[in-house]
């Protein structure tokens, strides 16, 4: 492996109401971004997720990163299994989002 890879996600397309998906996502990744070290390691993490919520139909680490427009899985598969980071935070700051933006006011819910 010469160098690290820069993976970036395509731009999200809006969705159907107001500024879209990609505005939410932007608001929810602003929390969960912050439980990441470093700032090229959130720019890779954000990139990973944003693949995910792609129209990718495997999401194995040679998809992911094509889509990503890697030439190889290397830069996924080191974010996955190198680098260190909470994921119990990153698990807690989506909770947190989802409970204050998902849940009608007073309301209690079960996310599945």
Request: proline letters at 4%; charged letters at 25%.
């Amino acid at each position: 492996m010469g160098g690290r890879a820069n993976l970036q996600a395509p731009e999200c397309r809006p969705g159907k109401r107001g500024g879209g998906w990609a505005d939410d996502f932007a608001s929810l990744w602003e929390l969960a971004g912050r439980c990441f070290r470093c700032s090229d390691t959130r720019a890779h993490a954000e990139s990973y997720v944003r693949g995910h919520l792609g129209r990718v139909e495997r999401k194995n680490s040679w998809q992911m990163a094509e889509y990503l427009g890697a030439a190889s899985p290397y830069a996924v598969q080191h974010l996955l299994c190198r680098i260190s980071w909470n994921a119990d935070a990153v698990r807690d700051e989506l909770l947190r989002y989802s409970r204050k933006h998902l849940l009608a006011p007073k309301k209690k819910g079960a996310l599945i």
